[in-house]
């Protein structure tokens, strides 16, 4: 069962249509891929976790972020990933055409395997 948080479904339908369906998209995705998925909103941005954060998004006026925690474990081939943080890398979103849905699934399941 999909356990989806209020809060979180709250930040999804106030943001703009073409982020709404990004995501959507990846929310789904998460859900697909980490049936334990836990949401949380934490830092006024939705946060998924496991046993621990492994993943965020977080709107703005040009686009949508789509965070990682921990992206060391994220092999990423073809250097998509932005940011200089210590723990954290992200992606620039604009269009739900930007979404690369195998590159995410396949970015999450290294997080939390």
Do not use: C
């Not at 976790?49 to 709107?59: K, N």
């Not at 990933?81 to 699934?105: C, F, N, V």
């Amino acid at each position: 069962m999909i356990r989806m948080e209020e809060l979180v479904t709250k930040y999804i339908s106030e943001a703009t249509e073409e982020q709404r369906k990004i995501m959507e998209a990846i929310r789904l995705i998460i859900h697909t891929e980490v049936p334990s998925v836990v949401e949380n909103f934490k830092w006024s941005r939705p946060v998924f976790s496991t046993d621990s954060d492994f993943a965020y998004f977080r709107t703005s006026k040009a686009h949508l972020t789509f965070g990682f925690y921990n992206y060391e474990k994220i092999k990423d081939h073809r250097n998509l990933l932005e940011g200089t943080g210590k723990d954290m890398r992200h992606i620039k979103l604009k269009r739900l055409d930007d979404l690369q849905p195998e590159i995410i699934r396949n970015w999450i399941q290294q997080l939390v395997n």
